[in-house]
């Protein structure tokens, strides 16, 4: 199983769904994340939200991705909240959705969510484990 495998099914699922830690309590939300070629995850989000300073306090997430034919994927990972211009430059001209939220690149209100991963699982509907995918 490759990345370029995962990277289709993030494309073709659309929506992830992150889960941080807020305490003791899992947080679970949508978000539209683009896979770049090095398996980082990139996402846009506010800077007042509370995932930002839930993964501020906890860096360590999860998202699941379900594709149409119900096969999913769940990549574990740490994750930093940044500002890097060049990340958000790629992120602006690959996720067109942005443009309903923020006005560019350099809008103070859009902060970037990096997530590298650490583990990424697959299972295609119909098996009954999980496969790991190589980073």
Not at 17 to 39: E, F, N
Not at 94 to 114: A, E, H, T, W, Y
Request: a neutral charge.
């Amino acid at each position: 199983m490759s990345l370029e495998i995962i990277q289709q099914m993030v494309l073709d699922a659309g929506m992830g769904y992150l889960a941080t830690c807020d305490g003791d309590q899992p947080r679970v939300r949508a978000m539209m994340p683009v896979l770049m070629d090095d398996g980082r995850l990139l996402m846009a989000t506010f800077p007042n939200f509370k995932k930002v300073g839930q993964i501020t306090k906890n860096p360590k997430i999860e998202i699941c991705f379900v594709d149409r034919k119900l096969s999913h994927c769940r990549i574990e990972g740490k994750a930093v909240v940044s500002q890097d211009e060049a990340l958000k430059e790629e992120l602006w001209n690959k996720q067109m959705m942005l443009r309903q939220f923020f006005q560019g690149v350099d809008d103070p209100n859009f902060v970037l969510i990096v997530v590298t991963p650490v583990k990424i699982n697959m299972m295609n509907i119909g098996e009954k484990a999980y496969l790991e995918v190589k980073i």
